[in-house]
């Protein structure tokens, strides 16, 4: 798939990219190193190794690779915890992309940790890797349709796709449910979105549903629990 891929700086001075074709950001042009550690990390990863020390994590949309680094971090940080991160990305995105992009200087990290960044980048599709004691790390060449490796394993759902105005078909009830068969009974699922016909769709699938506080520049975010 060709498409037209612009690396742009959001509010609080991270890149995100910026796809002209869809009018649409992989990212809050607020802040995109913001919105995701307040959604995926603090919102989900955090909220869920509070109460668990072995966590099995299934992100829908690879996208830049920021969540799988935030989450790497995380666990190198917080030794007594041990991830399993399983991501999907149907159009990955090229090496010279993923180079111009500036999460590690964010972070203020070494050269070690952008090391480790271009790693999840480089290393090979549909292959589990264990990239450190507590850090296993697959990543899946395949869109969610075409999925069904897990089946009631998975702990913690980032759910991160375009917004539904622009990839409506991702948000389905359909897809949803693929979702909700990977996870297990009380698994988590944390978003930006906070649409009403998602909303809905998540409570069909008998999840239970909090709206919590958003990452800058959004009101509303959504964490549902699998019932």
């Not at 690396?7 to 809050?28: C, K, Q, R, W």
């Not at 913690?156 to 909700?180: G, K, N």
């Not at 009403?196 to 975010?221: H, I, W, Y």
């Amino acid at each position: 798939m060709s498409r037209k891929i612009e690396v742009i700086a959001s509010d609080d001075g991270s890149s995100t990219i910026f796809l002209p074709n869809m009018n649409e950001t992989y990212h809050s042009t607020h802040g995109a190193l913001q919105e995701s550690e307040h959604v995926f990390i603090k919102k989900g990863l955090s909220y869920l190794a509070e109460k668990q020390e072995e966590i099995t994590i299934l992100e829908i949309g690879f996208g830049t690779g920021l969540n799988a680094l935030l989450t790497q971090i995380f666990a190198n940080q917080n030794q007594n915890i041990k991830i399993h991160y399983h991501t999907l990305e149907p159009f990955p995105l090229d090496l010279e992309v993923i180079q111009q992009l500036n999460y590690v200087e964010c972070l203020k990290g070494s050269k070690e940790l952008k090391n480790e960044f271009e790693t999840l980048h480089q290393i090979s599709w549909n292959e589990c890797h264990q990239l450190n004691p507590n850090f296993i790390f697959t990543k899946y060449h395949t869109k969610l349709e075409d999925f069904d490796t897990l089946l009631n394993e998975v702990d913690l759902v980032y759910f991160d796709a375009f917004a539904p105005s622009r990839q409506a078909d991702m948000w389905t009830i359909e897809q949803l449910e693929r979702v909700a068969k990977a996870m297990k009974s009380q698994g988590i699922l944390v978003t930006y979105c906070a649409n009403g016909q998602f909303k809905r769709n998540l409570k069909a699938l008998d999840f239970e549903l909090e709206m919590l506080d958003g990452p800058p520049g959004k009101r509303e975010m959504t964490r549902g629990i699998k019932s």
